[in-house]
């Protein structure tokens, strides 16, 4: 009983990856055309999975070039440092 929600919890975790990945490839076609709204969508994926696997950089860490710091928050714009 003791592992039951550890095992459940990692059960879980994989379907939620593996969903991510089977929306962003499916997404694909529309990045390659170059369409807005899937650019968008597919970098809202890659951002939850990122944060849902635990290796998302907090913002102070990832700095652009040309000096601007790169907001990874989703709606975020670049500030000038």
Do not use: W
Not at 13 to 31: I, N, P, S
Not at 34 to 44: F, Q
Not at 46 to 52: S, V
Request: charged residues 30%; hydrophobic residues 35%.
């Amino acid at each position: 009983m003791d592992r039951q929600p550890a095992i459940d919890a990692e059960v879980f975790h994989k379907e939620d990856t593996a969903r991510c990945e089977d929306m962003f490839l499916k997404l694909q076609r529309g990045v390659s055309n170059g369409d807005p709204r899937h650019i968008d969508t597919a970098m809202r994926v890659l951002a939850h999975k990122a944060k849902f696997n635990g290796y998302a950089m907090e913002p102070e860490q990832v700095n652009g070039s040309g000096g601007l710091r790169i907001i990874l928050e989703l709606g975020g714009e670049p500030e000038p440092e």
